[in-house]
């Protein structure tokens, strides 16, 4: 069987719908998100459930043969996996964000930024003409900006609808976000043809790029 790594979250819906649209049904009665892992002897395929951070490492080390993840992850740690496509649904964006657009300093300026992405915010600081202290956190990103801990955020933005209701603006789109397929080379090398066979049709349902 081909192991499958699921993302826990905002993705799994969208790895489902997608693979369905493909004529490649992987839910099976009882899969959810508080599953572990789930046999679908029909498609041999095993699933796996598994957070989002944790998945790239399930997958380099050969745990997973392959599996869907967010791109933010991917950009935000190690992992030397083959990146084979990148699902159409469940896109997103990774944004600065601010009480307001004046929260961004003049150049040569210096603020705070919270995020709980350090390196994708270190590579974005670094590319503008103001400086930032990076604050690193694990959740409720929005808070530090309302709060005052940081005046700014870098954070995932999808309606835009949480950042209206705090009275918060999304001041730039750093980045655009996907789940993405993703692949342990050395289970490449010996699923290849199911693989392939995957790729295309998700491909030919133009649910993937």
Same mark, same amino acid.
């Given at each position: ?8 979250? #905002? ?18 009665? +009882? ?35 392959? /599996? ?7 950009? *935000? ?12 649904? +469940?896109?997103? #964006? ?13 150049? /040569? ?5 919270a995020t709980k992405?350090?390196?994708?915010? #270190? ?15 694990? /959740? ?7 709060l005052g801990l ?10 835009? #609808? ?13 980045? *655009? ?14 699923? %290849?043809? %199911? ?15």
């Amino acid at each position: 069987m081909i192991r499958l790594a699921l993302p826990k979250g #905002r993705n799994l819906d969208a790895a489902l719908a997608a693979f369905g649209a493909a004529g490649i049904p992987l839910a099976v009665p +009882g899969l959810s998100s508080r599953s572990l892992l789930t046999r679908n002897p029909a498609l041999g395929v095993e699933l796996l459930s598994l957070k989002d951070w944790d998945l790239p490492l399930y997958v380099s080390r050969g745990i997973a043969d392959c /599996g869907i993840v967010g791109s933010d992850v991917l950009e *935000e740690v190690d992992g030397d996996l083959l990146v084979l496509l990148r699902l159409r649904e +469940g896109g997103c #964006r990774l944004s600065l964000i601010g009480r307001s657009p004046e929260a961004v300093p003049a150049p /040569g300026g210096q603020a705070r930024l919270a995020t709980k992405y350090p390196n994708l915010a #270190r590579r974005f600081v670094a590319a503008q003409p103001w400086g930032a202290e990076i604050v690193e956190l694990s /959740g409720s990103i929005e808070l530090a900006p309302l709060l005052g801990l940081a005046e700014l955020a870098l954070d995932i933005v999808q309606t835009g #609808r949480t950042l209206a209701e705090n009275g918060l603006v999304e001041i730039a789109t750093v980045e *655009e976000i996907a789940p993405c397929f993703v692949v342990n080379r050395a289970s490449y090398q010996r699923y %290849r043809g %199911r693989l392939n066979d995957w790729i295309s049709r998700l491909e030919a349902a133009k649910v993937a790029a």
